[in-house]
Structure formats: structure tokens, C-alpha cells
């Protein structure tokens, strides 16, 4: 037992060749929320602070899909989406289309503890964040350079983009594209040491997706889910785990088979979402953690009570 | 066994005073529904169209929440929401926020089938419907007397919405005495409650399961709230031992992933069908929560449980099984 926490920014074919100055920033944004996660936990806050605290962190980072940094719906807006939940009560909070709202991951909190609904889109999300006074932000501020340029290249090679971190140098080098990626998004999972879950997952969502478009994010038990026996937090092509029920059956295989933490993770990122497609973020009741992923790389660290921390990108190097 | 079945619902909770020619008109209508979906079945069409067909005409009834005759926001309006999924490779379509597309299933359909996508939603989705050129009508055509009657009472009854968290404290009978506390759901007096979805599961003589739900939402909702049936997974689910959907309180089926666990129950515990049903109908509504739900196995079995007060549904298998009902089984 103990506490453990885990996050993450994004899985998908993250080249190996990664450039110096899109790779550093990354690693430290991950290294940073990692020791606000830390801090918070330590501090004795619960995990459901702790997983909104951390996902805050990562959203207002410009180098991550969510909050600002999110990336460009083919009309060259931002829409973003969050969702929270308590693994305790399975109380749970999401929302989608929201243009201004400066922390998604907030109003999804606020959708869970200040209305009986769980979910609210676009207008009726927006309308909501202004009720309640929650910060916002002109449309422009979570727009970045980057962002306009992957559009472009999106549009231009006229397809989705699932590697929003590689720019398109090369068609032969490009990702093949299988119209529904959800590279990037961010999130997080925390255990205290009583035993108690909470996880938490913002986004922007795709590279030119269709206004409207809602992925594996906001959905309850395919992007996100927590119950007494688990937190997840997935990321990668939003069909393929709304499909799979990506969250949901990781914690039905330690449920209903018997499974530990990891081997469920594991079972569910290889065998139920097809390669390439997936990896997600997940800690146990105990105080296990588990990060696997079938995409090339997986933007993620982790740490435990007893002292262990990880930073990575890969599958085989770690970069604490 | 290993025949087709078909199972259709009209939606969980249901008022025990409903005059008996509402309850009547529920019965011949989801018998209607049924026989449409027989017919198409042994005219071997696809367990998916089959799905299709039958909730288009639910959705195109007035008589229950969805489409024609759905339950409206706060602001007097209807928003739609659908989801759609095929057990054959576990696709799927969704829509929410929609308010002039004349058959909300269709667009989810055409969200699965025509875009890259799984789930449309609001002014995004309306866009996509006039791509696709499905028929629109204005949101009147939605609208019915009976449920700007229904609005104005939750109105009236002060649906602060806060009340649902209030564990029910009642009865497990059909009636309820007039010295017990009110039936609620949703915060709503079930007088007042609009069941609040249709649903349809159909499995062909291949096994080949499919399901679908659609909805006006709750009555008096907040415009942009998105409840359980457009979500995989929570209120639509099918794959290939089988195919469910639910109705009842959405917050109990999102947090219970209900419409999964009834295949992950089978799949993983090796339970069957109507065991499946029942474990998930008396385990996963934790906290109170109310709902029901219907499923078939590509086994060719047929199911339905509820917690709820009555359920309008209907079931028929190929060995001649034919039941509608609406009270407790």
C-alpha cells in the first residue's frame, strides 16, 4: 500500500528522432506536474484535488494537446473536453466544445459537484462556466503557432493527423492516417495511501477534426474511469477506445477475473485496442502502477511512496 | 436456441396512475415496433439496419421521448441524442445536441458509417446532417402539447435537480399509498417523469447482435446536457456475445457502465444472459439509482431487468416467443 501517482501527455508513433527542442520541454513539463502531483499528495489532499491540480498543470502547458496547446479543429477553432471521476462514489463530471473556459478539467468538477447532470456540451458547457465564474479566456489564448502549422500540414496532406508532435517533413515518414487519433491528451491518476482513486483527462482533441466531434475523453469508462479498485486514464485514437471500453475493462478484468492492476493494463492495451492505437495511465488501490501503451512512445512519469520515479517517452529508456 | 431475437423498450419508470389507454396505446406501439423488426429480420436484413429501423419508428411516434414527442429543455425546445453500435467489429455512431434532424438514429448511423468519427454533437453534428442531406424539419415538429404540459408541471414541481440525490425511500410495488413518499426519478414526481429514452437490441439467426437508444433527454434539462444513451458503453453497448440498451436515470448507467457490464459479466465471469442482466440490474445501480434495460445474446436468448417502476418493453424470439409488457415481470 501507499500512495502513487501517474500521468500523462499523450500516446501515438512518437518518432525516436524527436528534435532537442520539442522533446526537453516535455520531459520537464512532465517532470514538473509530476512534483506538483507530488507535493499535493504529500500535503495530504485527496486524490480527486490531486488529479484536477496536476491535469491543470498540464493543460496550461502550450506543449501539450489540452487547455492551451490544444490542437485545431478544421475550422482553426478550439474545442476542448475533460472529465473527472471519484473512484469512491463513481461520481464523475465531463465536458465537451468548450471555446474559452481556461481549465476544462475544473468544469467538469464543477459539472460533477454542482449539478446532478455529468456531462455538458458546447453551448450549454459555456453558458454553465459563466454561471459559475470559472476563468475565461479569449479563444486566441490556446492557440499556438504550432497548432495553426500541424493544421496546415493536416489539411494539406488532407487527411487527420494521429502525431500531432511530428511535423509532416515527409509523406513517407508520416503516420498513416486512420482518421481517428486522439494524440496528445493529458491526463492523471492518484492513489492516497487509504486507498482512495481519482482520475482525471483534458484534451483538444484532433488535428482537423469536424467541428462537433466528441472523442474517448469525456466518455466514461473509454477514456476515463475510476472505481474502488482503480484509476485510468487513457490516450491515443479515440474510436479504438471508445470501442474497447478501454477504462471501464481494465478495472472489470481485476473485478470480475482476478486480475492485478498491471496485468489487466496490459491485457486490455494489447489484446482489446489494435496496435497503435492506445495507452493509458492507471494506479490500484494498493499503490500499483501501470503505464503501458502499443503506440510507439507515450508521453508519461509516475511515483510511488516507497521512493520510485519515472519520467519517459519510450518503452526502453527512462529519463529520470 | 440460436435463432434471431429482437427486444424494443419505451423507456424505465413509469407512473403507476397512467390512464389505461396510455397504457394501451404504449403496448401497441411497441408490439407495432416489434412485428416491424420481425419482419425486417426474416427478410434477413442486418441486425444493424433492423435496429435502425425500429427506433426510426419510435423516434417518429409521438408517443415516447424521443424524436417526435421528446422530453424538452428548460427553454421549451427539444435536443436529441443517439448512439448506435454494431456488435460486428464493435463500430459504433453517436449524436448529441441535435434539434432539427427529423431521425436522430440515422445521423448516428451516418456518424459511424460515413465519417471519421464516432460522435457528433450539437451545431457540429447539424452541419454533418446537411452534408449528408438527411431530412431536417424545424424543432417544432418535435414538440408536442402533452409535453410542454409535462415541462410546465416539472416546472411547477420545482425539478431542482438536486432532488434525485435523495436515495428513494419507497416501495417495490406498483403502487404507491398515499401515505408513502412520492415516486421519484430523475428529482421528477413520476407523474411528472418522461421515460426517458427508446432502445432497440436485435440479434439474426448468424448471431450477429446490434443495439441502439435515442432520446429527448430529461424534461426541463439544461440545454447541452448529455445523458447516458448517446454513450458507449453506459447506455448503448453491443460486441459479439451480445447487444443491450438502457433507460432510467442517466447519472446511475453512466457511473455504472451498465450497458458494458452486462457483456463483460459474460465474458469475463462466463455468466449468461438473463444472469448477466439480473447481476448488473441488482449490483451496478449503486447509490439508489434506477434504471432498466434490455439485451440479447448471440446466443439467441432474449432479456430485460428493471429496479425501476415498470418498464415498457416488448420481446419476441424466432421459437415463437412474443411478450409486451410494462409492470414487473
Known amino acids: 500500500m501507499g500512495w502513487a501517482i501517474a500521468l500523462h501527455g499523450g500516446a501515438g508513433d512518437i518518432p525516436r528522432s524527436l528534435p532537442p527542442d520539442r522533446r526537453q520541454p516535455r520531459e520537464a513539463a512532465l517532470r514538473h506536474s509530476l512534483q506538483v502531483g507530488v507535493a499535493a499528495i504529500k500535503a495530504g489532499r485527496s486524490p480527486l484535488d490531486v488529479v484536477e491540480l496536476v491535469v491543470r498543470e498540464l493543460e496550461d502547458h502550450p506543449h501539450f494537446n489540452a487547455g492551451r496547446g490544444s490542437v485545431l479543429t478544421s475550422d482553426g477553432t478550439v474545442e476542448m473536453e475533460a472529465c473527472i471521476m471519484d473512484g469512491n462514489t463513481k461520481r464523475c463530471g465531463a465536458v465537451s466544445g468548450l471555446t474559452t473556459v481556461k481549465n476544462a478539467i475544473s468544469l467538469a468538477r464543477l459539472v460533477m459537484e454542482k449539478t446532478p447532470h455529468i456531462y455538458l456540451g458546447f453551448d450549454g458547457a459555456e453558458a454553465f462556466a459563466r454561471d459559475q465564474g470559472v476563468e475565461t479566456i479569449e479563444s486566441s489564448h490556446f492557440i499556438t503557432p504550432e497548432n495553426i502549422e500541424r493544421l496546415k500540414q493536416a489539411k494539406e496532406a488532407n487527411r487527420v493527423q494521429i502525431d500531432y508532435t511530428e511535423p509532416l517533413t515527409k509523406v513517407e515518414e508520416a503516420p498513416p492516417s486512420n482518421g481517428d487519433s ?37 466518455i466514461i469508462g473509454a477514456g476515463t474511469y475510476a472505481n474502488k479498485l482503480c484509476a485510468v486514464s487513457a490516450t491515443g485514437k479515440g474510436e479504438a477506445i471508445i470501442r474497447a471500453t478501454v477504462g471501464r475493462d481494465v478495472a472489470a478484468l481485476m473485478e470480475y477475473k482476478g486480475l492485478s492492476l498491471k496485468e489487466a493494463a496490459t491485457y486490455v492495451i494489447e489484446e482489446c485496442a489494435p496496435s497503435r492505437t492506445a495507452g493509458l495511465v492507471a494506479v490500484s488501490a494498493t499503490g500499483d502502477v501501470a503505464m503501458p501503451f502499443n503506440t510507439v512512445g507515450m508521453f508519461r512519469a509516475c511515483a510511488t511512496e516507497d521512493g520510485y520515479t519515472e519520467v519517459a517517452i519510450w518503452d526502453d529508456e527512462t529519463c529520470s | 436456441m440460436g435463432g434471431w431475437a429482437i427486444a424494443v423498450h419505451g423507456g424505465a419508470g413509469v407512473d403507476p396512475n397512467l390512464p389505461k389507454e396510455r397504457q394501451e396505446g404504449a403496448k401497441r406501439l411497441l408490439t407495432r415496433c416489434l412485428d416491424l423488426g420481425i419482419s425486417a429480420l426474416r427478410s434477413s436484413l442486418l441486425p444493424i439496419d433492423v435496429v435502425e429501423l425500429v427506433i426510426r419508428e419510435l423516434e417518429s411516434d409521438p408517443l415516447f421521448n424521443s424524436g417526435r414527442g421528446s422530453a424538452l429543455t428548460a427553454e421549451g425546445a427539444a435536443e436529441m441524442e443517439a448512439s448506435i453500435m454494431d456488435g460486428v467489429g464493435r463500430r459504433c455512431g453517436a449524436v448529441s445536441g441535435v434539434t432539427t434532424v427529423k431521425n436522430p438514429i440515422s445521423l448516428a448511423r451516418l456518424v459511424m458509417d460515413k465519417s471519421p468519427h464516432s460522435y457528433l454533437a450539437f451545431s457540429g453534428a447539424e452541419d454533418f446532417a446537411k452534408q449528408q442531406g438527411v ?11 402533452d409535453n410542454l404540459g409535462m415541462l410546465k408541471l416539472a416546472k411547477e414541481a420545482n425539478s431542482i435537480i438536486f432532488d434525485y440525490r435523495i436515495p428513494l425511500t419507497g416501495s417495490d410495488s406498483c403502487g404507491a399509498a398515499a401515505d408513502s413518499p412520492p415516486l421519484k426519478m430523475n428529482g421528477l414526481p413520476i407523474s411528472v417523469y418522461a421515460p426517458e429514452t427508446v432502445g432497440c437490441v436485435v440479434v439474426d439467426g448468424e448471431g450477429r447482435c446490434a443495439a441502439g ?55 469475463y465471469k462466463g455468466m449468461g444472459l438473463q444472469e448477466a442482466v439480473d447481476f448488473v440490474i441488482e449490483r451496478r445501480l449503486d447509490g439508489g439509482g434506477q434504471a432498466g434495460l434490455i439485451a440479447v445474446s448471440s446466443k439467441g436468448e432474449v432479456a430485460c431487468g428493471f429496479n425501476s417502476v415498470g418498464m415498457f418493453r416488448g420481446c419476441a424470439n424466432e421459437d415463437g416467443f412474443m411478450e409486451v409488457g410494462i409492470w414487473d415481470q
Open chain 2, 135 to 145: 431530412e431536417l424539419v424545424d424543432n417544432d415538429y418535435f414538440i408536442t402539447e
Open chain 1, 182 to 218: 486522439q494524440l496528445g491528451t493529458v491526463g492523471c491518476v492518484a492513489v492516497d495511501g487509504k486507498g482512495n482513486l481519482a482520475t482525471a483527462t483534458s484534451t483538444g482533441g484532433l488535428v482537423n477534426k469536424m467541428a462537433g466531434r466528441i472523442g474517448d475523453t469525456p
Open chain 2, 213 to 267: 437508444t435515442s432520446t429527448g433527454g430529461l424534461m426541463n434539462k439544461m440545454s447541452g446536457r448529455i445523458g447516458d444513451s448517446p454513450l458507449i458503453g453506459s447506455g448503448t453497448y453491443a460486441c459479439d456475445v451480445c447487444a443491450v440498451s438502457c433507460t432510467g436515470e442517466g447519472e446511475a448507467i453512466i457511473r455504472g457502465t451498465l450497458a458494458r457490464d452486462v457483456a463483460a459479466v459474460m465474458e
